[in-house]
């Protein structure tokens, strides 16, 4: 039986593929996104939280699952900062997203970009299920 969300490594040709699954959009876009540190051994301070905000139009639930993390890279990249905690708001078509965020401390491997190849989230009797194909 599969826990109530969780996420599970894919081995794929050239970039990385991970499952995600979890009983709604929002604990989704979660789990994606520890799944993503996850992979690339994203390491955080202990220490020295900073929020952050950021609003995402909701077209459908892949784009924004793809949005949502790649402004999530972006922070990293730009800001060198990772999340560590979330409150996600669905306001009509937008998602208001807070984040509190840590200095990453080291990253073994960069991921690039999130992709759209083979996405779709998929209603299960579990809830939500995808999967994510990361360009590294």
């Known amino acids: 039986m599969m826990q109530n969300s969780g996420f599970l490594e894919i081995e794929h040709t050239a ?3 991970i499952k995600v ?28 939280v900073t929020q952050v905000t950021f609003e995402l139009k ?15 890279l972006f922070l990293g990249e730009t800001k060198n900062l990772a999340a560590e905690s979330y409150k996600i708001n ?14 990453i401390t080291k990253r073994k491997k960069e ?17 939500l299920q995808t999967m994510l194909v990361f360009d590294v």
Do not use: C, R
Request: hydrophobic fraction near 50%; avoid cysteine; charge should be negative.
């Open 15 to 17: 970039d990385w593929a």
């Open 111 to 127: 991921i690039k970009a999130v992709t759209y190849y083979d996405l779709e989230i998929v209603q299960t009797d579990h809830g």
């Open 58 to 72: 909701y077209f459908d639930p892949e784009s924004l699952l793809v949005d949502f993390l790649s402004e999530l």
């Open 90 to 103: 669905f306001i009509h078509d937008l998602v208001i997203v807070e984040i509190f965020t840590a200095k």
């Open 21 to 48: 699954w979890a009983p709604d959009l929002e604990e989704l876009l979660i789990v994606a996104a520890e799944a993503m540190y996850s992979l690339s051994n994203t390491v955080k301070e202990k220490a020295g």
